[in-house]
């Protein structure tokens, strides 16, 4: 059973277009969250919710919405794609109390 | 606000030969620190992490790492290292939150030659 699942897996699509990624945790936990992986493999934080609601926003474009619709899904919506936002795209999950993150297999966004 | 530098981008040995992945700190509060590896077109794993205690931390498929308040640093080890340990290592830190993000560094490329 894999702990945080996303799809899809990989996702090329032109410029301009809108484009969703999924993910679902099945750990039971409260909080998931966003992260980008770069062209050069360095990895920031992009959003943050707990039991739903949104507690970190890292100075990302307003083009990028996450919507939680229950605690164990975190979708994130992207609108009017860019080519800079070509990434890895990783969801990941961690219990209240908790320290440790669970990743998922991430996203490989290529936006041609 | 947090920062992680991990001294070395690239790191070549042979196997069997010991290693040591570099990575210092900085953070205004306490924080818990972590390394997880990645694998090629794979997700984060977690190799180890220091909340609280012992300074020395042991943790999956042979590695451990030292925490060190004094240097601020995290350094991750291994004494002997295999072929299938050639991945792209990274360190990252979190502020003394439950919601805390974690902080990662640029991470390091650990090569392992036969």
């Known amino acids: 059973d894999t702990a945080v699942s996303q799809t899809p897996k990989y996702l090329v699509t032109q410029m301009g277009n809108d484009k969703s990624i999924k993910c679902e945790q099945n750990l039971g936990h409260d909080t998931m969250y966003w992260y980008k992986q770069d062209s050069k493999k360095f990895l920031k934080i992009m959003f943050s919710?707990?039991?739903?609601?949104?507690?970190i926003n890292e100075t990302v474009p307003n083009r990028f919405s996450p919507k939680s619709p229950d605690k164990a899904h975190l979708n994130l919506h992207i609108n009017s794609l860019e080519l800079g936002d070509s990434a890895v795209y990783f969801c990941?999950?961690?219990?209240?109390?908790?320290?440790?993150?669970?990743f998922g297999q991430g996203t490989r966004l290529t936006v041609v | 606000a947090q920062s992680v530098t991990q001294l070395d981008s690239q790191v070549p040995v042979f196997e069997e030969a010991p290693v040591e992945l570099r990575c210092n700190y900085s953070?205004?509060?306490?924080?818990?620190l972590f390394w997880y590896v990645q694998y090629p077109n794979q997700g984060l794993q977690l190799l180890l992490k220091?909340?609280?205690?012992?300074?020395l931390v042991k943790g999956i498929n042979g590695f451990e790492a030292e925490f060190n308040k004094s240097q601020t640093s995290f350094h991750l080890r291994k004494p002997s290292v295999h072929i299938s340990d050639t991945a792209e290592y990274f360190c990252?830190?979190?502020?003394?939150?439950?919601?805390?993000?974690?902080?990662f560094g640029q991470g390091t490329i650990l090569t392992v030659h036969p």
């Open positions: 953070s205004s509060v306490s924080v818990y």
């Open positions: 220091y909340l609280s205690g012992s300074t």
């Open positions: 919710y707990n039991n739903k609601e949104l507690i």
């Open positions: 990252a830190v979190k502020g003394g939150t439950s919601y805390g993000k974690l902080t």
């Open positions: 990941a999950s961690s219990a209240q109390g908790d320290t440790e993150a669970f």
